[in-house]
Structure formats: structure tokens, C-alpha cells
């Protein structure tokens, strides 16, 4: 029994550790600069980010990386999909994290995403020089860039994956209102396409009843029997007086 305690304690101690160090990552991230795009609705993002961390183990070093991350188009919106996030390239705390968002996220519900997120890392190096004049460097390098989809963040060096977790949730919260909108807008064009498309089925069996059948399936196949039930019927009907 004692056995069983300590290891259930241990347990407990661990999980507490874990939880701990991505809460230290996500309270110690500063977007120093923040994309002025968003992410695509029907489209792949890439993202460039420069994170930007003071050495744990030495005050007097920076590291500086450097690298894309890439979110694959949203596939659907919806309170449920945070859960569905998959972070294949990233490291345990990234996905702790995640996991603690999908958990509690039914107060965030404009970060309730399900995408993919795929990290590259390009580049990272090593300075010796107070932090502040790092960052002063990288924002210079990176302004002369101009590009709307990159990001400066400071982090911290371990776990530095959380930090890129926390750009992605604050470009989510600033993209969900442009996707919402334009996936809206989507499902009303092709809902009016549709409507178009069986009125046209419908004249076009009208003139030839060979069509019937062709323009039965097609009601099925888009779950509109029913609302056109009687507008069918009534159509055969007419085909054989």
C-alpha cells in the first residue's frame, strides 16, 4: 500500500511539474509584434515567427530562433474542434498545453479551431549581448522585411514550444471574426448555387421525363427529398396526364 501511494504521489508531483512549466512559458511570452494578416479560411497559412530567449542557465546569452509555423486550413469551425488540434512535430508541453485548452476552452470559444500546426525550424543562434539590444536587432532585421505574417516574440528557452503556441492562440483570436464571416458567406452562395441548380433539374424534367429519375437522386444525394416531396410528385404527375 505505501508502494501504491508514493507511486500515486510521484504521479501527481510530475503532472503538477509539467503544468507548471507550461504555465511559466504561456505567463512569460510577449508578442513583441504581432501579424497584421490572419489566418486563410480556405487556405494554408504560414506563419514566420523570431523568438527571441533569455538563456536559463546563462543571464549573459540570448537565443534567438528562427522559423515557420504552417496552419493548415480550418476545416470546420466549431466549439468542438479545439480537441482535433494535432502538433505532430511539437514537444510534450506544447501538447499539454493544447490538451489544457481543449479542456477548458468553453470560454474561448474564438480559438476553437481544428487545424494543424507544423513547425520548421530555420535557424537559431546564440548571442552574447544584453537581451534588449538583441531584440532591437531583430526588430530592425525583421521591419526591413515587411511582411504581415511575420511575428517577434520574447519566450522563454525551455519550454520554448509553449510560446509558439501562444502566437498561434492570439492569431486564431484575431483571424476567428474574417473566417466566420467568410465561411458564412460561402454557405449562403452555394446553398443559392443548389437552390439554382434543382429549380433548373426540375424545368429540365419537365420537358423530358427521362430526367425524373436522374433529378430523384439528385434531391437524395443533397437531403432535400423531403422539402421537395410534393413538388416532385406533383411533377410525375404532370409527366403522365
Not at 3 to 14: D, G, R
Not at 72 to 91: C, H, N, R, S, Y
Not at 137 to 162: C, F, M, Q, T, Y
Not at 225 to 239: C, G, I, M, Q, T
Request: aromatic share 8%.
Amino acid at each position: 500500500m505505501l508502494i501504491t501511494a508514493q507511486s500515486s504521489l510521484n504521479t501527481i508531483i510530475m503532472d503538477s511539474k509539467k503544468q507548471f512549466d507550461f504555465w511559466y512559458a504561456v505567463n512569460n511570452t510577449e508578442l513583441i509584434t504581432s501579424p497584421t494578416g490572419h489566418l486563410e479560411t480556405f487556405g494554408d497559412t504560414v506563419v514566420n515567427y523570431y523568438l527571441v530567449c533569455q538563456q536559463m542557465d546563462d543571464v549573459g546569452k540570448v537565443v534567438v530562433r528562427e522559423g515557420h509555423l504552417k496552419a493548415l486550413k480550418p476545416a470546420i469551425i466549431t466549439p468542438q474542434a479545439l480537441g482535433q488540434v494535432d502538433l505532430e512535430d511539437f514537444g510534450a508541453d506544447a501538447k499539454d498545453y493544447a490538451r489544457w485548452l481543449a479542456e477548458n476552452g468553453q470560454d474561448m470559444r474564438v480559438i476553437q479551431y481544428g487545424f494543424t500546426l507544423r513547425k520548421q525550424e530555420l535557424k537559431e543562434y546564440v548571442v552574447t549581448d544584453h537581451i534588449d539590444n538583441v531584440l532591437d536587432r531583430v526588430k530592425a532585421d525583421v521591419a526591413a522585411l515587411n511582411d504581415p505574417l511575420s511575428s517577434i516574440i520574447v519566450g522563454v528557452d525551455d519550454p520554448w514550444e509553449v510560446c509558439l503556441m501562444t502566437l498561434m492562440v492570439d492569431l486564431v483570436q484575431h483571424s476567428a471574426q474574417d473566417n466566420l464571416r467568410d465561411i458564412r458567406q460561402q454557405s449562403i452562395d452555394m446553398k443559392k448555387k443548389l437552390v439554382s441548380h434543382i429549380d433548373q433539374a426540375f424545368l429540365d424534367a419537365s420537358r423530358d421525363p427521362s430526367k425524373i429519375n436522374a433529378l430523384a437522386d439528385m434531391l437524395k444525394q443533397n437531403g432535400l427529398w423531403k422539402k421537395n416531396e410534393d413538388r416532385f410528385f406533383a411533377l410525375v404527375k404532370a409527366s403522365n396526364e
